[in-house]
């Protein structure tokens, strides 16, 4: 039996995020999000513990990306140097939205729920829109990273404190 080959296509995608997201959890977690239904109507991006559910909208205008280069050290300057990555006029437009564990048997009012965000075709989109690729490097990080958290500082402090304080009084009732 022959393996089928697989043709791969990497496509770049502008996505604007919106709803209660701290503004550092791309930065802590490297850009490494997972994706779900990329070529679909609605796609879902979970970027660490925040779910995105989004669609596709023709942007205003081009969107124009840009890469940052490495800076030149004989010259000081603060401004970065930026080099031309390519340019589009769609873009993924991301809602945050909250899921929950649907029970057995319990009605789909309940638990997770598929929106239907628009009413049709996706302007006139074909159905292959972006191919995603994870690299090696960063999918090691992922799977190793404990020291990677989506947590702010304020949380991350919380959090400590309240295992302290929870492990103390443990320790006391033992005592006792």
């Not at 999000?33 to 879902?44: A, R």
Request: proline share 2%.
């Amino acid at each position: 039996m022959m393996e089928e080959e697989w043709e791969e296509e990497e496509q770049l995608v502008v996505a604007e995020f919106s709803g209660v997201i701290d503004s550092d959890v791309f930065c802590k977690r490297g850009g490494v999000c997972k994706i779900v239904g990329m070529s679909s109507e609605q796609p879902m991006v979970q970027v660490g513990r925040y779910v995105f559910a989004g669609e596709y909208e023709d942007a205003l205008g081009t969107c124009v990306v840009f890469e940052e280069q490495p800076k030149d050290r004989t010259k000081s300057s603060s401004s970065p140097v930026l080099k031309y990555k390519c340019h589009t006029m769609k873009k993924l437009m991301l809602q945050r939205t909250f899921l929950s564990e649907r029970k057995e048997g319990e009605a789909s009012s309940g638990g997770i729920e598929v929106l239907s965000l628009n009413d049709g075709e996706v302007c006139g989109r074909s159905s292959s829109v972006c191919h995603y690729t994870l690299d090696p490097k960063a999918l090691q990080r992922l799977n190793a990273g404990e020291d990677m958290s989506d947590q702010s500082d304020t949380e991350k402090t919380e959090t400590q404190q309240s295992t302290v304080n929870e492990e103390g009084v443990q320790g006391e009732n033992l005592a006792e």
